[in-house]
């Protein structure tokens, strides 16, 4: 499916859309006449991840998902990736989609893309939210993702589930073992292997920290309490961009809209209104 009419995607329908040479997994929900509300996900997710934000959404946005490139039901590019790529991604996208504004959500990696996106792309962007994604990559990245990669490539996604989890979620969280939990293991279990290894390079190394104090869209960053030093982090880059805004989100690691939806969900309900 190429240069898809949005007229014709129902609400609630998943499709397939080719953009910047990658045939895209997307979901669309909300209002065909609403403004445009797009989310993205993390590494080793899938559009699913926001299912917990669309109840609260589809009655004002037209609301869009997509899998990043290598997760999901996105096809799994050939080479490695960079920021500069998946922000291409997300204009083809738009450009596809016939999308010529929208507010734009991610989290970790799709919070640097949302950054990136504002700081290239500023006439395509109403508003952005960032959520627990830094504006460099921190010391030791490159070895901490390949050690990660190597893992990976010798064992396959099954032995990153656990350790992620644990990184991800509070303690409290992972022992009450809520059925969600499952869910985030299934999704890192079954991001392609070529997917996450992909993505994972471009983690290893990108540095925005010039860029960002450019921004001059409405950017609301957001932290979980409990992601080791990524509050303090995020709250250097709303000092270093005029203008934004920072919430901590309580009883959260990494992933607050799905640790903690109700608070996150307020958050943002009110940075959108």
């Keep these: 499916m190429k240069n898809t009419p949005t007229a014709v995607i129902d609400s609630g329908s998943s499709f397939h859309v080719e953009a910047n040479g990658i045939r895209f997994h997307c979901r669309i929900d909300g209002r065909k006449e609403a403004p445009w509300l797009v989310f993205s996900n993390s590494l080793a997710t899938n559009l699913s991840l926001w299912d917990g934000q669309i109840a609260m959404l589809e009655n004002s946005f037209r609301v869009l998902r997509y899998d990043q490139r290598g997760h999901g039901g996105t096809e799994v590019p050939s080479q490695p990736c960079t920021f500069e790529q998946l922000v291409d991604d997300v204009v083809a996208l738009f450009d596809a989609l016939a999308i010529e504004r929208a507010t734009f959500v991610g989290v970790s990696m799709g919070a640097i893309t949302a950054l990136r996106l504002a700081a ?12 627990d994604g830094q504006w460099a990559a921190q010391p030791g990245a490159r070895e901490l993702w390949e050690e990660r990669i190597a893992t990976v490539q010798n064992q396959g996604m099954q032995a ?13 969280f992972i022992a009450g073992n809520p059925p969600s939990l499952e869910k985030v293991r299934r999704m890192i279990a079954t991001t392609p292997a070529g997917g996450f290894i992909a993505c994972g390079r471009a983690l290893q190394q990108y540095d925005y920290r010039e860029c960002l104090p450019q921004i001059g869209v409405p950017t609301l960053l957001l932290a979980g309490a409990a992601d080791g030093t990524m509050p303090e982090v995020m709250r250097e880059m709303h000092r270093a961009m005029p203008g934004s805004n920072f919430v901590e989100i309580p009883n959260a690691g990494h992933l607050p809209n799905f640790e903690n939806p109700e608070v996150f969900n307020q958050t943002l309900s009110k940075f959108l209104a």
């Design 160 to 172: 990153l589930v656990e350790p992620t989890v644990r990184r991800w979620f509070r303690p409290e």
């Design 120 to 131: 290239r792309n500023a006439r395509r962007v109403d508003r952005i939210v960032a959520c």
